[in-house]
């Protein structure tokens, strides 16, 4: 049996590996929220500082009254402390491939919506109602409603928006009891924009989420089919499995199976260096991979010095012989072009059958492999040993002549050969 990586079986969109993958996504995006209110904050924080010490007067003009820096920095002191500690969660989180438990995630965003909260209630306090209301504090709620589209999760956002309208609707309420100038409805009206705000924040963010699992699954999908198939699968071939969804767990298919062995490459390698020798290897196996996949096949498994290939697996081809015969005669110009000038020079031995195989992923839960089975393998591999008995390099079946006669008019018919594990002689085709 001779087997390897092939068809790929989707890999399911609630997979761990999707999970881990979506998990990773969303925590690295709220580091990055972290870090833009931490930058925020601090520049804000700063700016005020500076205009403190500068420029007091100018502060107290903007400020409408008394300017308090210390209450400016018993606000955002705290603040500061406990992004710094959410930012060490999400990190420490990441490097586990872990989320952040839901609980926190809703603490985490009613604690950072009361800031502006906080930040208005000393604003009453320094200018009064009317101006406060009128200052930065209310709309530095939309900061934190806007950041919240990164936490990629529509209920956060619109939790982020509703703690925003009830904070500011109380706060507002409470202070203007008995002012007949701003009414119930006056604050209920400017609540309800950022309740609004935290709705289309989450609808964006539900739709970046949307995204991101559409390109994780797509990665996923494409990693699967790498760990099924190697790097041997040119990318048109993983572009037409990805396009052509989950197949079988198994399924029989006719397939034309080729063989490629260097002849004495074990016996040239023991005068030469290890790394001559796989210099020389992938020097030879660059040239004859791009072939096979320029003719619509795959490498299927590197056997040492050489490699089983197929020609209708794991995508079906309508003509799998004419294409196993044109990447053969293709592969000995190749070699024999690349052989020029070298001071080592290969030989080539390829044997081609066609015939059904069991194709089907093998293997263990954590690792399979894309395996073909059956006699067509078994014989095309003793075919192509038969190279070295006729001093040959590229010998077929008859069946590889039957269904591509046109491309291979020039065989020469070896009669009644003696094949290696089969009791009845058959005849084989020398093409080269």
């Known amino acids: ?35 833009a209110l931490i930058g925020t904050m601090t520049g804000l924080v700063v700016l005020l500082t500076g205009l403190y010490f500068v ?18 920095y ?57 101006h406060a ?14 950041l919240s589209t990164l936490r990629l999760d529509f209920w956060l956002s619109t939790f982020t928006g509703l703690v925003a309208a009830i904070e500011l609707f109380a706060i507002a309420s409470l202070s203007s009891a008995g002012n007949i100038d701003l009414s119930i409805g006056y604050h209920f009206g400017r609540s309800m924009i950022l309740l609004v705000g935290g709705l289309l924040a989450g609808a964006v963010g539900a739709q970046l ?40 767990a198994s399924d029989t298919r006719k397939v034309a199976v080729m063989f490629v062995d260097i002849r004495g490459f074990t016996a040239a390698a023991r005068s030469r260096s290890p790394q001559e020798v796989v210099e020389r290897l992938n020097v030879a196996f660059s040239l004859l991979v791009d072939i096979v996949d320029r003719n619509g096949g795959i490498v299927n498994k590197f056997l040492g010095d050489g490699f089983l290939a197929l020609f209708g697996a794991p995508i079906e081809e309508p003509d799998p012989a004419h294409r196993a015969v044109a990447a053969a005669r293709e592969i000995l110009a190749a070699i024999a072009l690349d052989n020029e000038g070298r001071a080592w020079p290969l030989r080539i031995g390829i044997g081609l059958h066609l015939g059904d195989v069991v194709a089907g992923n093998v293997g263990s839960p954590r690792r399979k492999e894309y395996t073909v089975i059956g006699d067509t393998v078994n014989l095309a591999s003793r075919i192509e040993a038969l190279n070295k008995e006729f001093g040959s390099q590229l010998l077929v079946s008859d069946t590889i002549r039957a269904a591509a006669a046109d491309a291979v ?24």
Request: hydrophobic letters at 50%; proline letters at 6%; charged letters at 20%.
């Open 1 to 35: 049996m001779f087997g390897k990586q092939g068809k790929h079986a989707a890999a399911p969109p609630l997979s761990p590996d999707f999970r881990k993958a979506l998990t990773r996504e969303t925590l690295q995006t709220e580091v990055l929220r972290v870090k």
């Open 55 to 72: 420029a007091p007067w100018a502060l107290e003009r903007i400020w409408q009254g008394e300017a308090k820096i210390l209450y400016l």
């Open 74 to 130: 018993a606000i955002y002191i705290p603040f500061l402390l406990f992004e710094i500690s959410l930012l060490v969660l999400l990190n420490r989180q990441i490097a586990r491939d872990r989320d952040v438990p839901l609980a926190w995630r809703y603490l985490g965003a009613f604690i950072e919506t009361s800031l502006p909260t906080a930040a208005l209630a000393v604003h009453i306090d320094s200018m009064g109602l009317l």
């Open 133 to 146: 209301l009128a200052f930065v504090a209310p709309l530095s709620y939309f900061i934190f409603i806007i």
């Open 209 to 248: 989420r949307r995204q991101f699992e559409a390109s994780i699954a797509a990665a996923t999908q494409r990693d699967h089919i790498t760990n099924l198939f190697g790097q041997h699968v040119s990318p048109q071939v993983v572009e037409r499995l990805l396009a052509s969804g989950a197949g079988p």
């Open 409 to 432: 008019a020039d065989a020469m018919a070896l009669d009644g050969v003696q094949v290696r594990g089969y009791d009845l002689p058959m005849k084989i085709w020398r093409l080269a």
